[in-house]
Nanobody
Framework: QVQLVESGGGLVQAGSSLRLSCAAS????????MAWFRQAPGKERRFVAA????????VYADSVKGRFSIARGNNQYTVYLQMNSLKPEDTAVYYC?????????????????WGQGTQVTVSS
């Protein structure tokens, strides 16, 4: 099994920045793709960004391109989401996810492991 633990959420004003972290433990050798999703109240979980195991491929949702950046730490099983120019519509619970395949996907149903989520609230 793999455990994912997110941190770094909080309450910020519009235009601010936050960095989320996700640390994987357990059978990390089975993880290839890691990603971030978010879910606002009453809405479906939506893809934010994904990164391949060796960081040579990243994918972003159109809504965050140019503002958010996903990266792996020196420990390749730690993933960060740098969020700049935050908007009120970015308010959501952010989840870290991981897949046992090399192909990134925007579909949350295709991810094998999930963290417990961290709340990000952006005030106007």
């Amino acid at each position: 099994q793999v455990q994912l633990v997110e941190s770094g959420g909080g309450l910020v004003q519009a235009g601010s920045s936050l960095r989320l972290s996700c640390a994987a433990s357990g059978r990390t050798w089975s993880i290839y793709t890691m990603a971030w999703f978010r879910q606002a109240p009453g809405k479906e979980r939506r893809f934010v960004a994904a990164i391949s195991r060796n960081s040579d491929n990243t994918v972003y949702a159109d809504s965050v391109k140019g503002r958010f950046s996903i990266a792996r730490g020196n420990n390749q099983y730690t993933v960060y989401l740098q969020m700049n120019s935050l908007k009120p519509e970015d308010t959501a619970v952010y989840y870290c996810a991981a897949r046992r395949t090399t192909q990134a996907s925007t579909l949350y149903t295709l991810y094998d492991y999930w963290g417990q989520g961290t709340q990000v609230t952006v005030s106007s």
